[in-house]
């Protein structure tokens, strides 16, 4: 999940890449039973800092509603993603290059709450 460069960084986007076209056919077509909105590209080269080149294929989810949708539905489990997601909602945006360390001092000094598992398989706050 990343927010896109907005005039306050507002704006949700989730991002997944893959060398493997039917994966991201597979994943478009659960998206698309949940009623989330989406963005294939298909077919994109790409190049890392490495040199070298390679071809994949990518979903976009973006916007506030698409966010909800998805999080409610699917959500994540990886706590660098949750933290963003809960600093964004709190905040109501996220700076760019925030730590892992520093979302969750952000989140604790908002709410005394602690990071715990919740039976629908991702954290709450």
């Not at 506030?64 to 660098?80: A, D, E, P, Q």
């Not at 952000?106 to 709450?113: D, P, T």
């Amino acid at each position: 999940m990343f927010i896109k460069k907005t005039e306050k960084h507002a704006y949700p986007v989730i991002k997944l890449f893959s060398k493997s076209k039917p994966l991201i056919e597979q994943i478009s077509t659960i998206l698309r039973g949940e009623c989330i909105t989406f963005y294939l590209k298909f077919d994109e080269i790409k190049h890392d800092k490495r040199g070298f080149t390679s071809t994949t294929h990518g979903i976009y989810i973006s916007g506030k509603n698409n966010l909800h949708k998805f999080m409610s539905r699917i959500g994540f489990s990886n706590v660098k993603h949750l933290t963003k997601y809960y600093v964004w909602k709190n905040y109501g945006n996220l700076e760019p290059y925030t730590n892992l360390e520093e979302r969750i001092i952000m989140l604790q000094s908002r709410s005394s709450s602690v990071v715990e598992r919740s039976a629908h398989n991702h954290y709450e706050l």
